[in-house]
């Protein structure tokens, strides 16, 4: 252990230290303080400088905003006397609007009364006007039917004459079969027997035949149609006699034996002429012969409704 003498001096020199360092340690504190409260200064001079600024502009700012309020008071005021005048002036204008849109009411008002009068007069007029003419038009169609009427009339009676007169040309030139019944036959085949127009397998005039099972026996058949399930037979006669109707349904038993080919087809008997006398017709019927003559423009059957029946119930 070191001597108590050494011990102290040591001691002395460390208190010695401690004093040189707390007083250097002050001297450093004092120093910082007095800077602080310089700069504290300082910034108190320099914040009564800003704030005579602000105060100097908040005193312009006042100033500036009173004479604004001043300025919008005024204007304002202009602003208000100007909206006055235009209302009123708007109302003067709606008053004025207001009278002539009732004027322009009472004008609209007028005029469809005056249009309306006037459409109802021109109605009337048109209605009396239309009857006239429907009037007109009904008599003039009762003309023209009647006088289409004795024109057909006329017309029918022309052709049944000019009908009669061939008729009787061609039999006195012998040729009726040919030039006056068949070119009627197939008419009567569609219009009575149903059959189709052009639907014909065969169409003979005058046609000559010989028996197959007898050479010598020969005779001769005025008109023949042939159709898919029926044979159309007429006999032609000038001058109608019952002898030439008699012989003509001895020929009808014949006629298979003829032609043989036709054994399937039903045979329709047509005994024709130029005129056909009532009790001619009545005994063509009692036959079940179809009777064919003239009436008025054009041939055609005379007691088909009477035969047909009786045909078809045998």
Known sequence: MPPVGERVDNLEQILAEFIRNVG???????????????????????SKIEMKLFREEMRSFRDEMQ???????????????????DRENSKIEMKVFREEMQQDRENFKN???????EMQHDRENSKIEIKEFREE????????????????EEMRKDRARAFKQWGEITNKMGTL????????VGEIAMRYFC?????????????????PKTKSKRREFDV???????????????????????????????????????????????????????????????????????????????????????????
């Not at 202009?78 to 006055?84: A, P, V």
């Not at 005029?111 to 009068?117: A, S, V």
């Not at 079969?177 to 009627?184: C, H, K, L, R, T």
């Not at 052009?198 to 005039?205: C, N, P, Q």
């Open 24 to 46: 250097n340690a002050q001297m450093q504190t004092e120093r910082e303080i007095r800077e602080f409260k310089d700069e504290m200064q300082r910034d108190r001079e320099n």
């Open 195 to 211: 059959c189709e127009e052009g639907s014909e397998e065969d169409f003979m005039v005058r046609r000559f035949k010989r028996k």
């Open 224 to 314: 023949i149609a042939v159709y898919d399930t029926k044979i159309i037979l007429v006999e032609v006669k000038s001058t109608p006699r019952i002898q030439y109707i008699d012989d003509f349904a001895e020929t009808l038993k014949e006629v298979y034996e003829y032609f043989p080919e036709y054994i399937n087809k039903k045979i329709i008997p047509v005994f024709a002429s130029l005129y056909l006398p009532d009790e001619v017709i009545a005994y063509l019927t009692k036959k079940n012969i179809f009777a064919m003559a003239i009436r008025d423009d054009m041939m055609d059957l005379m007691n088909f409704g009477e035969v047909h029946q009786a045909r078809a119930n045998t």
């Open 177 to 184: 079969a040919e030039d006056f019944v068949a070119p009627n």
């Open 111 to 117: 005029e469809m009364r005056n249009f309306r009068d």
């Open 67 to 85: 004479r604004d309020r001043e300025n919008s008071k005024i204007e304002m005021k202009i602003f208000r006397e100007e909206m006055q005048q």
């Open 137 to 152: 038009m009904q008599q003039d169609r009762e003309n023209s039917k009647n006088e289409m009427t004795e024109f057909k």
